[in-house]
Nanobody, 128 residues
């Protein structure tokens, strides 16, 4: 099974940008749907962006500001975050699930609940 390692978190002022990376260890993302999630202190984990072979899906909270992508070799997943806001402060996680293995489409809010392979997380802090 694919193993995931995130990097790229840090501190930035409101309006700034960061790019998160998620590297596949020992495998590639072929056959997987990939996603980015975040969890702020005291809050539930939120799925914010997913990508599969057929497209992408974004939560309303990040639509138009964040962009999910992956390299051609399917070994690295990215999250470009522009127009950052203080409410984007959270631990960000990369996650994966087998394409076609879940009950719901990878590219859906319900499908985000079926991701079952997780990285260790990277902290993003946005100051006002």
């Amino acid at each position: 099974q694919v193993q995931l390692v995130e990097s790229g978190g840090g501190s930035v002022q409101a309006g700034g940008s960061l790019r998160l990376s998620c590297a596949a260890s020992r495998s590639t993302f072929y056959g997987y749907c990939m996603g980015w999630f975040r969890q702020a202190p005291g809050m539930e984990r939120e799925g914010i962006a997913t990508i599969s072979a057929v497209g992408t899906y974004y939560a309303n909270s990040v639509k138009g500001r964040f962009t999910i992508s992956q390299d051609n070799a399917r070994t690295t997943l990215y999250l470009q975050m522009d127009g950052l806001k203080p409410e984007d402060t959270a631990m960000y996680y990369c996650a994966a699930r087998r394409a076609g293995a879940g009950r719901y489409s990878c590219l859906s809010n319900r499908g985000m609940m079926e991701y079952n392979v997780w990285g260790q997380g990277t902290q993003v802090t946005v100051s006002s």
